[in-house]
């Protein structure tokens, strides 16, 4: 069953009445543009027809009730005169808890709700399915009351919900995208200002992701490493910065050799004066690459130390790509197997 008429069917077996509103936020991929949004820099995202739904309703009293099909329709309950604090045991209500937290800092004007939430962004491969729960809370709210918030503050109040009240300290791309995607392009973020600009994807260009299945490492864990290595560090941020806003020159111009060429060349940054690519994700790259020689590009993308690979490449290489990488994948690495998902630039939060 797909997302809506599965969280509509939830809502009114667990509810008894039926949704008033379905909200829907995306996941996302970033295409060039590591670790520069908390250090203000750009990043060139597009979100994906992966997302997080919401079938929500008012409710006339204070309280807010979820349901979440993901996690064994567990339930959560709290009211928004009391003080919103962690669920003891449930990590998921947290990042609902959060968001409504901190949407009443922003703007206390809204009362109780009941909210059924499924998704398919797939968890812990770095695709934004927290960012994606997060701005689709806050998306509901907005609409079930008509607040007057827009989606930048939509996608600030989820990143200070992660930050603050779950304890991630993520910066504020995922959230933006997932809030102001559109549809067949991706987002030039400027990280500083918050100012976007819409970078059309060529039409025969597909967007294809591919876990490694390497369960990704905290880089926290090597921060005491950090200091005689600043200024490789700082020369893959001011690297990485020039390349995206060049690779969003190139993307629009549909010139995937150049863009090949400069997400090639963020792999290395990121492999080299980073320092954070393992050698799985390496292999994965570079049995992408071969495959594809000058017709489109590749590079790992998200945090680190396992995760996903991106790339972009014409749409009649896909099945080819698909089968070179489920033969030498496993022969390369001892055995670890792929998760390939083929997707589309997609449109931002909104109903459904």
């Given at each position: ?18 949704p ?32 997080t739904?919401i ?35 449930q ?26 939430i499924a ?25 079930l ?43 030039l ?16 260009v ?11 490492g905290?880089?926290?864990a ?33 010139d ?97």
């Open positions: 069953m797909s997302l809506k008429p599965l969280t509509h069917s939830l809502f009114t077996e667990h509810f008894g009445y039926a008033a509103l379905t909200i829907q936020a995306p996941g996302r991929v970033n295409l060039i543009g590591e670790h520069t949004d908390y250090n203000d820099g750009f990043v060139l995202p597009c979100a994906i027809d992966y997302q739904v079938a929500c309703a008012k409710r006339d009293d204070r309280q807010i009730r979820v349901l979440a099909a993901d996690y064994q329709n567990q339930q959560d309950q709290f009211s928004l005169d009391d003080p919103i604090v962690s669920h003891p045991d990590r998921w209500s947290d990042y609902v808890r959060g968001v409504v937290k901190h949407l009443q800092r922003r703007n206390a004007d809204f009362g109780g709700a009941d909210l059924v998704g398919n962004v797939p968890q812990g491969a770095g695709l934004s399915s927290s960012a994606a729960l997060e701005v689709a809370v806050g998306q509901a709210l907005q609409a009351y008509q607040l007057p918030l827009d989606g930048v503050a939509l996608a600030l109040n989820g990143q200070e919900a992660e930050n603050q009240f779950v304890g991630c300290n993520c910066g504020i791309m995922d959230q933006l995208i997932s809030a102001l995607g559109r549809r067949d392009s991706a987002l973020i400027d990280c500083r200002s918050l100012e976007t600009r819409a970078v059309p994807m060529p039409d025969s597909a967007v294809v992701i591919i876990n490694s299945n390497v369960q990704r905290l880089f926290a090597r921060q005491h490493e950090l200091d005689p290595l600043v200024a490789k560090r700082a020369r893959h941020v001011i690297s990485e910065n020039a390349r995206t806003l060049a690779a969003a020159d190139a993307l629009a111009a549909g995937l050799q150049r863009m090949g060429r400069l997400m090639a060349e963020s792999h290395a940054s990121m492999r080299d004066d980073f320092e954070i690519t393992v050698p799985p994700i390496d292999r994965l790259v570079e049995i992408v690459k071969a495959t594809l020689g000058p017709r489109g590009g590749v590079r790992m993308t998200g945090g680190g130390f396992g995760g996903c690979i991106v790339a972009l490449m014409p749409q009649d290489l896909v099945e080819t790509v698909r089968a070179a990488v489920a033969h030498e994948y496993p022969l390369q690495t001892g055995g670890l197997r792929e998760t390939f998902y083929v997707c589309q630039a997609s449109q931002g939060a909104g109903t459904c």
